[in-house]
């Protein structure tokens, strides 16, 4: 399968060469692709997998699309990526609406709406699935670092068969036990937010290695 | 210790309880307290100490407070209570921000603020600790009952000395294991937003005995 990524940042480049080295034929996207050549030269040494283009380059190139361009930018960049390189396909979403500007995270969404709802309502022909945005790149790729796997994704996205694709790609890819479906987009509400308490356990942590898991009663 | 609860719903009636069958004097204060005198005679039968009165007398009584009301009412029922009821000591807040005016649970925050910070900032002289926001009654006051407790308390609150007080009560009475200190008060925009995902998760598990885990990497 072919994966389009849009963003080039670390959680671009980690998911890609993750991917990569999964077998999947993958193309990063950038505002400047050209930036990108040492980078995925070394990628490619023993792996020729990885290609980089534009925005909308590596849109159209992708069957399955992983938007991870930071939250203030998303929609600019899924505008250059291009309203019918995405129609039809499943946009798996890690972007964060997170800002500093107060010398502290803050959510740039208001109370009731999510990023993962805005990038729907704008592009309404994507398939958004939202999952992993509080997790650290180098655990989406590599669950079992953190306790052996035992922690959880939450997923949401308006399109069942688009949220079973995603769920098959991070299981097989990245080796996720389990995915909860929290159902429509409008969880992202829920999910969005987990950066805020993520960054405030990371702190006391003294690293951001971790995820959450569901504890729950064996009998209710 | 006695302690002063304000808000007799399911939450202050459930903490109320377990805390006086620790041994803690505990007086429930309502708006109407009258109408708590079958549950208090049937709760005292075989351990009478808990009283009830009127937000004011539950605040006058308690050397330290919890807040149980639902989140629209908190400042006015704390207005009730009386500011120098409050004074100084320390008001472990449960209470959420959340509506479902809109047919869904959302909170009625803006984003950037708490209602623990609104509560804090309405009352100075309290040392309010925001913990267990999100979490069922039911396991606030045996969180055994979930996963043999392997799961996880995030508190915040700008008194360190109110923060370790509130984590020796809930270590002591309940049996609480793993409690995060988050920061100051504005850790609360993080735990609040919690009760969105934990209303989602609930509903795919079909019941709300449950809560979150901090899964990390052993060598990160």
Redesign the interface.
């Known amino acids: 399968m072919n994966i389009g990524i849009i963003g080039a940042g670390n959680a671009g480049r980690t998911l890609g060469s993750a991917l990569a080295k999964q077998g999947y034929s993958v193309m990063l996207g950038s505002r400047q692709p050209e930036k990108l050549a040492e980078w995925v030269q070394i990628e490619n040494a023993d792996n020729p997998s990885i290609f980089v283009g534009t925005f909308s380059e590596a849109a159209a190139f992708g069957e399955l699309l992983i938007h991870a361009i930071t939250g203030r930018k998303a929609i600019e960049a899924l505008n250059l990526a291009g309203e019918t390189n995405l129609d039809g396909k499943v946009l798996l979403d890690v972007s964060l609406p997170i800002d500093f500007t107060?010398g502290?995270m803050?959510?740039?969404?208001?109370?009731?709406e999510s990023l993962g709802e805005r990038i729907q309502s704008a592009f309404p022909g994507a398939k958004v699935v939202k999952v992993m945005n509080h997790i650290a790149a180098g655990v989406m790729v590599n669950p079992n670092?953190?306790?052996d796997g035992?922690?959880d994704l939450?997923m949401?996205g308006n399109d069942a068969a688009a949220k079973q694709a995603v769920s098959t790609l991070l299981t097989q890819a990245f080796g996720w036990k389990r995915i909860?479906?929290?159902?429509d987009i409008?969880?992202a509400?829920?999910?969005e937010?987990?950066a805020?308490?993520a960054?405030?356990?990371a702190?006391?942590?003294?690293?951001?290695?971790?995820?959450?898991?569901?504890?729950?009663?064996?009998s209710?």
Chains 1, 2 share one sequence.
């Open positions: 107060e502290r803050t959510l740039f969404t208001q109370t009731g670092r953190v306790a035992d922690h939450f949401c909860y479906d929290l159902g409008s969880a509400q829920a999910t937010g987990l805020l308490l960054s405030r356990v702190s006391v942590l003294g690293h951001g290695m971790m995820n959450f898991k569901v504890s729950q009663s064996t209710s």
